[in-house]
C-alpha cells in the first residue's frame, strides 16, 4: 500500500472505493504479536505470545477476562485494545445487573463493531488500531468472533491475528474440521502447537505465552504455567525431524508474503 | 397517602407542580393475583374486576398478559400503571426479538428487568404502584417470582398478591407440593380463588386461568365459580338480635 492523496482523512473516500485510513488501521494489526482463539461445540481457547519491551520489562497483557463467560485476546495497539476491553466489561455488567443473565457473546460483539464503525465515519476520529478475537457462550453453545478496525466482524471455527499469524492460520486450517468435537485438552494442544508456529523456530517455553480457557461449566481463567509446559512437554519431545519438515515447508511457503510484520526491530515501541 | 418532600427553592407553586408529577394513589385498581408452580409449568390466576375505589367499577379487565414466548405477567394495583408496564415490556420483547440471533429473554430477566425499573421508580418517589407477579418456563426450567412497588422481589414455588398474601398463601402453604398435574393445580387455585371471592370485597366471580409450559402462554376464556350462600345462619340474619340496629 503506498501513500496517496485519499488516505489523509478517515472520511475521504478512494475513487477506487475505498478507506485508506482504515486499512492502515488493519495494518496496525497485522504488526502486533500473535493472538490465537479456537473453539470446540462447548469451549473456546484464547492464546497468545508474550513478548516483552526488553528484558527488564514484563510482558503485555493481551488477554482480557470480560465477563464469566466471555474473553478477548487483541493484537496491536494495546492501549486501544485495553479501552475496548473496559467498554466490553462494562457492557457486561450492565447487562448481568438488569438482567441477571449473562449478555450473549453475539449481542456484545455488534455493540463492538457498531462502536468501531462509528469512528469510521467522522472525520474527528480515528479508527481503533486493534483486532479483537471475542471468545464467550451463549444460548447456543461456545461461540468465537473476530471484530475488525473497520467494524466488521467474523464467526470463526479458529483464527489467528497479529504478526507471523499465517503460520498458525495455516496449521488451523488443516486441523480445523476436528475442532468442534474436540475435547477440552485437545483444544489447548492445538492452540499451543499454533502458538509455535508462529514463534518460527525458537523453543516453544511456558514463559512464551498465556493461555485462556472458558467452557460451558468453566468460568474463563488463564491457565498456569505449569499446566501449559505439561502440554509443551506431550509434544516436545516428538523428534524434531518430522515437526520441522512440515514446518520449514510452511515457513518456506509463507516467508515471502509475510511483509508486514516481519522483525521484531520493526514493532514501534506502542505495538505489541 | 401523599409523599411530601421539602424542595429547596421554597416555592409553594413549584412543589404543587413537582407533586403533581408524583404518584400519590391509585385509582382503578385489581385485586389479588394467585400463582403456582405444577408439573408442566406455571400456573396462574385472577379475577376480571377493576375497582375504582369502593365501587366495581370495570368487569372485564384482564390483569394476565403474555411476554414474549416464555412468560406471563400478572398484576395486582392501579391499572394504567400495569398497561404502562406493558408498553415498556413491548418495547423490551420487540428489540430482543428484532436480534434475531437465536438468544431470548426468559422469565429470569424479564422479572429483574421489571425489579429494576420498579426499584428505580420507588427511588424517584414515583413508583408504578402494583404488585406484579412474572411466571415462565424456558428450557425446561419452571420460574415464578414476584415484584411489588417499592422493588421487594423474590421467588418462590407459589406467589400471591395483595389479600392473596393473608388468604391463599396459607392454603398454597399447606397444600403445594412439587409436580402438581395440571388437573390438581387448577382444583388448588380456584380452592384459593373461591375464599378470595368470599372474603375479598374487591373480587368478582368472574376469573380467569392462565398456563405457561414449555410450549407458550395459554388464558382460559372467562369463568365463574359455583358458590355457596345456603347456610342456615344467612336464612333469619337477624334471629336474636331483632331491632334497629
Given at each position: 500500500m503506498f501513500r496517496n492523496q485519499?488516505?489523509?482523512?478517515?472520511?475521504t473516500w478512494s475513487p477506487?472505493?475505498?478507506?485508506f485510513q482504515v486499512e492502515y488501521a488493519m495494518e496496525a494489526v497485522k504488526q502486533g504479536s500473535a493472538a490465537i482463539g479456537l473453539r470446540s461445540r462447548s469451549h473456546v481457547v484464547l492464546a497468545c505470545v508474550n513478548k516483552a519491551q526488553s528484558e527488564l520489562s514484563s510482558h503485555q497483557r493481551k488477554i482480557f477476562k470480560v465477563d464469566d463467560h466471555i474473553g478477548v485476546a487483541i493484537a496491536g495497539l494495546t492501549a486501544d485494545g485495553r479501552v475496548l476491553s473496559r467498554y466490553m466489561r462494562s457492557e457486561s455488567i450492565n447487562h448481568s445487573f438488569t438482567y441477571e443473565s449473562p449478555l450473549p457473546v453475539g449481542r456484545l460483539v455488534v455493540r463492538l463493531a457498531d462502536k468501531a464503525q462509528v469512528c469510521t465515519q467522522w472525520s474527528w476520529k480515528r479508527p481503533y488500531g486493534v483486532g479483537l478475537l471475542v471468545g464467550g457462550l451463549d444460548e447456543s453453545g461456545a461461540h468465537l468472533y473476530y471484530n475488525c478496525p473497520s467494524g466488521n466482524y467474523f464467526e470463526y471455527q479458529a483464527f489467528a491475528i497479529g504478526s507471523r499469524s499465517q503460520a498458525a492460520k495455516t496449521y488451523l486450517e488443516r486441523r480445523?474440521?476436528?475442532?468442534?468435537?474436540?475435547s477440552r485438552e485437545e483444544l489447548i494442544k492445538d492452540a499451543i502447537l499454533a502458538i509455535r508456529e508462529t514463534l518460527q523456530g525458537e523453543t516453544l517455553k511456558s514463559s512464551l505465552c498465556t493461555v485462556s480457557v472458558l467452557g460451558v461449566d468453566e468460568p474463563f481463567h488463564f491457565l498456569d504455567q505449569e499446566s501449559i509446559q505439561k502440554v509443551i512437554d506431550t509434544f516436545e519431545k516428538v523428534p524434531e525431524d518430522e515437526e520441522d519438515n512440515a514446518g520449514e515447508a510452511e515457513i518456506g511457503a509463507v516467508a515471502p508474503a509475510e511483509q508486514g510484520g516481519s522483525g521484531d526491530q520493526d514493532l514501534a515501541p506502542m505495538e505489541m | 397517602m401523599t409523599f411530601t418532600i421539602p424542595i429547596d427553592n421554597g416555592d409553594a407553586v413549584k412543589n404543587a407542580e413537582a407533586d403533581s408529577q408524583r404518584t400519590l394513589y391509585p385509582y382503578v385498581t385489581g385485586t389479588s393475583i394467585v400463582a403456582i408452580k405444577y408439573k408442566d409449568g406455571v400456573l396462574m390466576a385472577s379475577d376480571m374486576g377493576g375497582s375504582y375505589g369502593s365501587t366495581l367499577?370495570?368487569?372485564?379487565?384482564?390483569?394476565m398478559k403474555a411476554i414474549g414466548k416464555h412468560s406471563l405477567l400478572g398484576a395486582s394495583g392501579e391499572i394504567s400503571d400495569f398497561q404502562e408496564i406493558l408498553r415498556y415490556l413491548d418495547e423490551l420483547i420487540l428489540n430482543d426479538n428484532m436480534w434475531d440471533d437465536g438468544n431470548s429473554l426468559g422469565p429470569k430477566e424479564v422479572h429483574n428487568y421489571l425489579t429494576r425499573v420498579m426499584y428505580n421508580r420507588r427511588n424517584k418517589f414515583n413508583p408504578l404502584w402494583n404488585t406484579l407477579v412474572l411466571g415462565g418456563v424456558k428450557n425446561g426450567e419452571s420460574y415464578l417470582g414476584m415484584v411489588s412497588m417499592i422493588g421487594v422481589s423474590f421467588e418462590d414455588n407459589h406467589v400471591a398478591t395483595g389479600f392473596g398474601n393473608h388468604l391463599a398463601r396459607p392454603i398454597l402453604r399447606d397444600e403445594w407440593h412439587a409436580d402438581l398435574s395440571f388437573e390438581e393445580g387448577v382444583k388448588l387455585l380456584e380452592k384459593c380463588m373461591r375464599v378470595l371471592l368470599y372474603r375479598?370485597?374487591?373480587?368478582?366471580n368472574k376469573f380467569q386461568i392462565a398456563k405457561i409450559t414449555e410450549e407458550g402462554v395459554t388464558v382460559s376464556e372467562p369463568y365463574s365459580l359455583k358458590t355457596f350462600w345456603?347456610?342456615?345462619?344467612?336464612?333469619?340474619?337477624t334471629a336474636g338480635a331483632e331491632g334497629s340496629w
Open positions: 485519499y488516505d489523509t482523512d478517515v472520511t477506487t472505493g475505498r478507506l480445523f474440521e476436528n475442532f468442534k468435537e474436540s | 367499577r370495570y368487569k372485564n379487565i384482564e390483569r375479598d370485597r374487591s373480587a368478582i345456603e347456610f342456615k345462619a344467612f336464612n333469619n340474619p
